[in-house]
């Protein structure tokens, strides 16, 4: 069974610039949630996929978005970046149905 | 809005100590209860969890009871080890039955345990 693994691990862009990350979830798992994770403070949910429609946003501005594909690998874009854009990127994927989701090593996005 | 408050940190014990890191929920429902751990440079890593009242979830020594007269979920271990040194998180997620993984983090708490 593989993980959830994600791409890049590291990345700077510049204020303005468009990013898009990666995420290919578990084997198995039809549901993808995306997170940002501020430095020092906990994750905080941006969208969850299920078969390739959003499935419940958080409190983040329409310039985050994303897709899931048939594989159920996904992608977070990030528009228009700002310096707060800064985090750690987190993808989780889980079954739509289950209770525990599985968490990639995240990335690393400075936004300078 | 749901939200999840964690005892303010950094803890710091010594090897072999008891640990308790306090996690209170403001939730609608009957939410799952998670603590979830994070080690230095990695992603999350579920530790233990709870899906309804008065359950207890342990794993690795570690143990929380979901508690919704007091709307708590504290973590506790007998016996800390250097290894345990980590950043842990209390997370709820509040979809039932059929859409779970929109989860509510706390704002971790970080232990560091010294031999």
């Known amino acids: 069974e593989t993980g959830v693994t994600q791409s890049p691990t590291h990345l700077i862009k510049t204020r303005g610039q468009q990013v898009t990350l990666r995420c290919s979830s578990q084997s198995g798992h039809n549901t993808v949630s995306w997170y940002q994770q501020a430095l020092g403070q906990g994750p905080q949910f941006i969208f969850q996929?299920?078969?390739?429609?959003?499935?419940g946003r958080g409190n983040f501005p329409p310039r985050f978005s994303g897709l899931q594909f048939p594989n159920y690998s996904s992608e977070l874009n990030v528009n228009a970046l700002e310096l707060d854009d800064s985090a750690l990127y987190l993808c989780?994927?889980?079954?739509?149905?289950?209770?525990?989701?599985?968490f990639g090593q995240g990335t690393r996005l400075t936004v300078v | 809005g749901d939200s999840v408050t964690q005892m303010e940190g950094p803890v710091t014990l010594s090897e072999e100590a008891f640990l308790t890191i306090n996690c209170t929920y403001t939730a609608t429902g009957y939410p799952s209860l998670f603590w979830y751990v994070q080690y230095p440079g990695e992603g999350l890593q579920l530790l233990l969890k709870?899906?309804?009242?008065?359950d207890k979830g342990s794993n690795k020594g570690f143990e929380a009871t979901y508690r919704k007269e007091t709307t708590s979920f504290h973590l506790e271990k007998g016996s800390v080890q250097v290894s345990d040194s980590a950043v842990y998180f209390c997370a709820l997620d509040k979809a039932g039955g059929t859409s779970y993984g929109k989860l509510t983090f706390g704002q971790g708490t970080i232990l560091t345990v010294h031999p």
């Open positions: 996929y299920y078969r390739e429609e959003e499935n």
């Open positions: 989780a994927s889980s079954r739509i149905e289950a209770t525990e989701a599985f």
């Open positions: 709870a899906t309804k009242a008065d």
